[in-house]
């Protein structure tokens, strides 16, 4: 092998690491960012610190317990779907995998999922290929959950956004023209067209033929979840994970003068608005959460400076804060035992 061809193959590895870098770390960190930027840009801080030590933080820290319940519960919950698959995990060993995971996903979007797979896998015995089946089925229920709370939200809240739409004729002319315009069912259509050509013409890739036995083997575990006896359980887990969050949420609105009379509808909308904001391929919802949050209540009449004083505060507790001290003693239990293992 002659030089010219080494130093090429070292040159892809660092080329791959560097993207890795890009795509996993600094566009996701830079779009919080920049989303932070222009919601605080104009934010007089002296204002916000004077709002916010009128705060009750003692009912800020109580919310936190909705949120580690959470895990709890979402723990059953994938206990439920690997069981089917002939494994038995730890409940414990699950939890602590979901507080390690939203630690992860707060330095690297997307990756706590891969690692939630990875540790349990190692200290369960379980193959990767299987909990990563489990974990597909897990954020489908999540995302069937949040569509429900969407249309929740928008229903016992029906009145107030058909009054807004009329009181603002502008923002339902672009709703519809986006509704009416091709672009989007074109889109779909090509999207459909190119995964049908890759999968048709190029089956014998090596990544695509990964590709196809992931989904097969994903779509095997599936059918055996499918037979799963304890199907009311899933349903209630699923349920009560949500019901978690939205006191987690909903909590802090009695910690501000500004909040407490707003109301469970007005929680509910603000909650399905930030549940919906965790698409957005930012650390932690950074920046994306801050937008639909200070949106919501400045909906219903909360000022701008109240509405950004609430978001500031509430993600810095729960997500800056706790998030990442939980998945820290978390991530240290795992890596105790495996030096004492």
């Not at 193959?127 to 999540?142: E, M, N, S, V, Y």
């Amino acid at each position: 092998m002659d030089n010219s061809t080494q130093q090429e193959q070292g040159k892809k590895p660092e080329k791959r690491s560097f993207l890795n870098i890009l795509f996993k770390i600094i566009l996701p960190l830079a779009l919080g960012i920049l989303i932070l930027y222009f919601l605080f840009r104009n934010t007089d801080f002296n204002k916000m610190w004077a709002i916010l030590k009128d705060a009750n933080f003692g009912i800020l820290a109580f919310s936190l317990i909705f949120g580690a319940f959470a895990n709890y519960i979402r723990a059953l919950r994938w206990k439920l779907l690997i069981t089917p698959l002939g494994y038995n995990p730890g409940v414990s060993n699950l939890t602590l995998s979901f507080f390690g995971n939203y630690a992860v996903n707060l330095a690297l979007p997307r990756a706590g999922e891969l690692w939630r797979c990875g540790v349990v896998s190692k200290e369960e015995k379980i193959p990767f290929a299987k909990l990563f089946g489990t974990l597909i089925l897990d954020r489908l229920l999540d995302t069937l959950t949040v569509a429900v709370l969407l249309l929740l939200a928008f229903c016992v809240n029906m009145q107030f956004f058909l009054n807004y739409l009329k009181d603002n004729k502008n923002v339902f002319d672009s709703l519809m023209s986006f509704i009416e315009s091709p672009m989007p069912y074109i889109a779909l259509v090509v999207l459909a067209i190119i995964v049908f050509v890759i999968f048709k013409f190029f089956g014998d890739t090596k990544i695509v033929r990964k590709v196809r036995e992931l989904f097969s083997n994903m779509w095997s575990d599936m059918k055996s979840i499918g037979k799963m006896r304890q199907k009311k359980e899933l349903i209630f887990y699923s349920i009560a994970i949500y019901v978690c969050y939205f006191f987690y949420s909903y909590i802090p609105f009695y910690a501000f003068d500004f909040t407490v009379d707003l109301g469970f509808k007005v929680g509910l909308v603000a909650f399905a608005m930030g549940s919906l904001s965790m698409i957005v391929p930012t650390n932690g919802g950074m920046g994306a959460w801050h937008a639909a949050i200070i949106a919501s209540l400045v909906l219903y009449g909360v000022s701008a400076e109240s509405s950004e004083a609430f978001a500031f505060v509430v993600y810095g507790i729960q997500t800056i804060i706790w998030v990442p001290l939980t998945g820290l003693i978390a991530i240290g239990i795992f890596s105790y035992r495996n030096r004492k293992g």
